[in-house]
């Protein structure tokens, strides 16, 4: 079984930016690939951004040149840094493996105009 704390959520103005952290429990972290999801209220979750294990970054569009995911294998950590935030990226953003595994339970970012 996989474990992991998400934390970094809360409340910015739009511009402003939020790093969000994970931290994975297990021997699984260096073997897997993992991303960064976002699901807004009444919408389906997408794929914000994902880092292979060796370190190789794929963003979705929106996000792309604002936004960088980075791991750190020694520490069993995936962090995402959001900047120039706008408040269509308001959602619950979850860390998982890359394909999903379902592994996340979710922090809120709440982007405010």
């Known amino acids: 079984q996989v474990h992991l704390v998400e934390s970094g959520g809360g409340l910015v103005q739009a511009g402003g930016s939020l790093r969000l952290s994970c931290a994975v429990s297990?021997?699984?972290?260096?073997?897997?690939?993992m991303g960064w999801y976002r699901q807004a209220p009444g919408k389906q979750r997408n794929l914000v951004a994902w880092?292979?294990?060796?370190?190789?970054?794929n963003y979705a569009d929106a996000v792309r040149g604002r936004f960088t995911i980075s791991r750190d294998n020694a520490k069993n950590t995936v962090n995402l840094q959001m900047n120039s935030l706008k408040p269509e990226d308001t959602a619950v953003y979850y860390c998982?493996?890359?394909?999903?595994?379902?592994w996340g339970q979710g922090t809120q970012v709440t982007v405010s105009s």
């Open positions: 998982d493996g890359f394909p999903p595994r379902g």
């Open positions: 297990g021997s699984i972290f260096k073997t897997n690939n």
């Open positions: 880092i292979s294990t060796y370190g190789t970054t």
